[in-house]
T-cell receptor, first 115, second 115 residues
Protein backbone atom coordinates (compact mmCIF):
# COMPACT_ATOMS: atom_id res chain seq x y z
CA UNK A 1 0.00 0.00 0.00
CA UNK A 2 1.42 3.39 -0.95
CA UNK A 3 2.29 5.77 1.88
CA UNK A 4 1.35 9.38 2.36
CA UNK A 5 2.59 11.52 -0.50
CA UNK A 6 3.22 15.23 -0.46
CA UNK A 7 3.89 17.61 -3.32
CA UNK A 8 5.99 19.49 -3.99
CA UNK A 9 8.92 18.27 -1.89
CA UNK A 10 10.74 21.58 -2.04
CA UNK A 11 9.52 25.10 -2.62
CA UNK A 12 11.10 28.53 -2.62
CA UNK A 13 8.92 31.61 -2.36
CA UNK A 14 9.39 35.29 -1.53
CA UNK A 15 7.74 37.29 1.22
CA UNK A 16 4.18 38.32 0.47
CA UNK A 17 3.50 35.45 -1.92
CA UNK A 18 1.11 32.63 -1.24
CA UNK A 19 1.68 28.91 -1.48
CA UNK A 20 -0.42 25.76 -1.75
CA UNK A 21 0.83 22.38 -0.58
CA UNK A 22 -0.80 19.07 -1.41
CA UNK A 23 -1.18 15.81 0.50
CA UNK A 24 -2.53 12.45 -0.63
CA UNK A 25 -3.30 10.15 2.32
CA UNK A 26 -2.88 6.40 2.50
CA UNK A 27 -5.72 4.69 0.66
CA UNK A 28 -8.67 4.24 3.02
CA UNK A 29 -7.49 6.86 5.48
CA UNK A 30 -10.10 9.53 6.03
CA UNK A 31 -8.35 11.91 8.40
CA UNK A 32 -5.55 14.24 7.36
CA UNK A 33 -3.57 16.38 9.80
CA UNK A 34 -0.97 19.04 9.03
CA UNK A 35 2.07 19.96 11.11
CA UNK A 36 4.79 22.56 10.88
CA UNK A 37 8.34 21.67 11.93
CA UNK A 38 10.87 24.39 12.67
CA UNK A 39 14.18 24.19 14.57
CA UNK A 40 12.94 26.54 17.27
CA UNK A 41 9.35 25.33 17.80
CA UNK A 42 9.60 21.67 16.91
CA UNK A 43 6.57 19.89 15.46
CA UNK A 44 3.40 21.91 15.87
CA UNK A 45 -0.14 20.94 14.93
CA UNK A 46 -1.78 23.14 12.30
CA UNK A 47 -5.18 21.54 11.66
CA UNK A 48 -6.99 18.30 10.96
CA UNK A 49 -9.57 17.46 8.32
CA UNK A 50 -12.06 14.64 8.35
CA UNK A 51 -14.87 14.15 5.82
CA UNK A 52 -14.03 17.47 4.17
CA UNK A 53 -14.50 19.34 7.47
CA UNK A 54 -11.92 20.93 9.69
CA UNK A 55 -12.22 19.02 12.94
CA UNK A 56 -9.46 20.65 14.98
CA UNK A 57 -7.19 23.65 14.66
CA UNK A 58 -3.89 24.65 16.24
CA UNK A 59 -2.68 28.09 17.27
CA UNK A 60 -1.71 29.51 13.92
CA UNK A 61 -2.85 32.77 12.29
CA UNK A 62 -5.62 32.85 9.72
CA UNK A 63 -3.04 33.06 6.93
CA UNK A 64 -2.82 29.30 7.30
CA UNK A 65 -5.81 27.48 5.87
CA UNK A 66 -6.64 24.12 4.43
CA UNK A 67 -9.27 21.99 2.83
CA UNK A 68 -10.05 18.38 2.13
CA UNK A 69 -11.62 16.90 -0.96
CA UNK A 70 -14.12 14.07 -1.26
CA UNK A 71 -11.31 11.62 -2.05
CA UNK A 72 -9.63 12.60 1.28
CA UNK A 73 -6.79 14.43 -0.47
CA UNK A 74 -5.94 17.65 1.31
CA UNK A 75 -4.32 20.97 0.55
CA UNK A 76 -3.01 23.65 2.82
CA UNK A 77 -2.53 27.25 1.83
CA UNK A 78 -0.37 29.95 3.36
CA UNK A 79 -1.07 33.49 2.23
CA UNK A 80 1.13 36.57 2.57
CA UNK A 81 4.22 34.54 3.35
CA UNK A 82 6.60 35.70 6.05
CA UNK A 83 10.23 34.72 6.62
CA UNK A 84 9.16 32.82 9.73
CA UNK A 85 6.98 30.51 7.64
CA UNK A 86 10.10 28.77 6.38
CA UNK A 87 9.68 25.24 7.69
CA UNK A 88 9.07 21.61 6.91
CA UNK A 89 5.34 21.07 6.47
CA UNK A 90 4.23 17.56 7.28
CA UNK A 91 1.00 15.84 6.46
CA UNK A 92 -0.24 12.78 8.35
CA UNK A 93 -3.16 10.49 7.69
CA UNK A 94 -5.08 8.03 9.82
CA UNK A 95 -7.99 5.62 9.46
CA UNK A 96 -10.21 7.60 11.82
CA UNK A 97 -12.01 4.52 13.12
CA UNK A 98 -14.71 5.36 15.59
CA UNK A 99 -13.34 3.07 18.31
CA UNK A 100 -9.82 3.04 19.68
CA UNK A 101 -6.94 5.28 18.81
CA UNK A 102 -5.84 5.81 15.24
CA UNK A 103 -2.11 6.11 14.69
CA UNK A 104 -1.01 8.82 12.31
CA UNK A 105 1.31 8.06 9.44
CA UNK A 106 3.41 10.87 8.06
CA UNK A 107 4.46 11.86 4.57
CA UNK A 108 7.99 13.02 3.69
CA UNK A 109 7.06 16.68 4.03
CA UNK A 110 7.37 19.80 1.91
CA UNK A 111 10.37 22.00 2.66
CA UNK A 112 9.26 25.63 2.22
CA UNK A 113 11.86 28.38 2.11
CA UNK A 114 10.69 31.99 2.19
CA UNK A 115 13.20 34.57 0.97
CA UNK B 1 3.69 26.06 27.77
CA UNK B 2 5.31 22.86 26.59
CA UNK B 3 3.02 19.99 27.51
CA UNK B 4 5.36 17.26 26.28
CA UNK B 5 9.04 17.50 27.14
CA UNK B 6 12.06 15.52 26.10
CA UNK B 7 14.75 16.95 28.32
CA UNK B 8 17.69 15.18 26.69
CA UNK B 9 18.48 16.69 23.29
CA UNK B 10 20.91 13.89 22.50
CA UNK B 11 21.96 10.42 23.57
CA UNK B 12 24.90 8.30 22.50
CA UNK B 13 25.09 4.54 23.12
CA UNK B 14 27.24 1.66 21.99
CA UNK B 15 25.87 -0.88 19.52
CA UNK B 16 24.28 -3.81 21.33
CA UNK B 17 23.56 -1.87 24.50
CA UNK B 18 20.22 -0.51 25.67
CA UNK B 19 19.00 2.93 24.62
CA UNK B 20 16.56 4.64 26.96
CA UNK B 21 14.76 7.75 25.75
CA UNK B 22 12.65 9.69 28.20
CA UNK B 23 9.59 11.90 27.92
CA UNK B 24 7.60 13.86 30.50
CA UNK B 25 4.16 15.39 30.11
CA UNK B 26 2.06 17.78 32.11
CA UNK B 27 -1.50 17.30 30.83
CA UNK B 28 -3.30 14.57 32.77
CA UNK B 29 -5.93 14.44 30.02
CA UNK B 30 -3.50 12.79 27.61
CA UNK B 31 -4.76 9.28 27.00
CA UNK B 32 -2.53 7.98 24.24
CA UNK B 33 1.19 8.25 23.68
CA UNK B 34 3.31 7.51 20.65
CA UNK B 35 6.95 7.38 19.66
CA UNK B 36 8.14 8.36 16.22
CA UNK B 37 11.56 8.09 14.61
CA UNK B 38 12.73 10.65 12.10
CA UNK B 39 15.61 10.64 9.66
CA UNK B 40 16.76 13.87 7.98
CA UNK B 41 14.68 14.92 4.98
CA UNK B 42 12.00 12.33 5.80
CA UNK B 43 8.72 12.42 7.67
CA UNK B 44 8.41 10.84 11.13
CA UNK B 45 7.93 7.07 11.13
CA UNK B 46 5.57 5.56 13.68
CA UNK B 47 7.36 3.19 16.06
CA UNK B 48 5.18 2.20 18.97
CA UNK B 49 2.28 3.50 21.03
CA UNK B 50 0.67 2.98 24.40
CA UNK B 51 -2.74 3.69 25.82
CA UNK B 52 -3.01 5.36 29.20
CA UNK B 53 -4.75 2.27 30.57
CA UNK B 54 -1.55 0.26 30.14
CA UNK B 55 1.89 0.62 31.67
CA UNK B 56 3.91 -1.31 29.11
CA UNK B 57 3.82 -2.14 25.44
CA UNK B 58 6.37 -4.20 23.59
CA UNK B 59 7.13 -4.61 19.89
CA UNK B 60 10.28 -6.47 19.00
CA UNK B 61 13.30 -4.50 20.18
CA UNK B 62 11.14 -1.57 21.27
CA UNK B 63 9.34 -1.29 24.59
CA UNK B 64 7.47 1.72 25.89
CA UNK B 65 6.81 2.16 29.60
CA UNK B 66 4.23 4.55 31.00
CA UNK B 67 4.19 5.84 34.58
CA UNK B 68 0.99 7.84 34.89
CA UNK B 69 1.55 8.96 38.46
CA UNK B 70 4.88 10.49 37.45
CA UNK B 71 3.56 11.62 34.05
CA UNK B 72 6.56 9.98 32.48
CA UNK B 73 7.14 7.57 29.65
CA UNK B 74 10.24 5.99 28.26
CA UNK B 75 11.25 4.11 25.14
CA UNK B 76 13.70 1.24 25.51
CA UNK B 77 15.57 -0.09 22.49
CA UNK B 78 17.33 -3.40 23.07
CA UNK B 79 19.73 -4.16 21.52
CA UNK B 80 20.58 -0.85 19.90
CA UNK B 81 21.76 -0.92 16.30
CA UNK B 82 23.57 1.73 14.21
CA UNK B 83 20.46 1.97 11.99
CA UNK B 84 18.54 3.22 15.02
CA UNK B 85 20.49 6.48 14.85
CA UNK B 86 17.84 9.14 14.28
CA UNK B 87 15.75 11.76 16.04
CA UNK B 88 13.07 10.26 18.30
CA UNK B 89 9.91 12.17 19.08
CA UNK B 90 7.48 11.50 21.87
CA UNK B 91 3.89 12.55 21.14
CA UNK B 92 0.66 12.62 23.09
CA UNK B 93 -3.03 12.89 22.32
CA UNK B 94 -6.00 13.89 24.40
CA UNK B 95 -8.46 12.94 21.70
CA UNK B 96 -10.04 10.05 23.51
CA UNK B 97 -13.01 8.65 21.69
CA UNK B 98 -13.37 11.82 19.67
CA UNK B 99 -9.90 11.19 18.28
CA UNK B 100 -9.43 14.57 16.73
CA UNK B 101 -6.11 13.85 15.11
CA UNK B 102 -4.09 16.36 17.10
CA UNK B 103 -0.75 15.23 18.45
CA UNK B 104 1.41 17.24 20.83
CA UNK B 105 5.09 16.54 20.21
CA UNK B 106 8.18 16.80 22.36
CA UNK B 107 11.27 18.55 21.01
CA UNK B 108 12.96 15.29 20.09
CA UNK B 109 16.06 13.40 21.21
CA UNK B 110 18.86 12.64 18.76
CA UNK B 111 20.08 9.09 19.28
CA UNK B 112 23.49 8.06 18.03
CA UNK B 113 24.36 4.37 18.14
CA UNK B 114 28.09 3.81 17.71
CA UNK B 115 29.34 0.62 16.06
Amino acid sequence: KAGVTQTPRYLIKTRGQQVTLSCSPISGHRSVSWYQQTPGQGLQFLFEYFSETQRNKGNFPGRFSGRQFSNSRSEMNVSTLELGDSALYLCASSLARLAGYNEQFFGPGTRLTVL
Amino acid sequence: DQQVKQNSPSLSVQEGRISILNCDYTNSMFDYFLWYKKYPAEGPTFLISISSIKDKNEDGRFTVFLNKSAKHLSLHIVPSQPGDSAVYFCAASDGGSSNTGKLIFGQGTTLQVKP
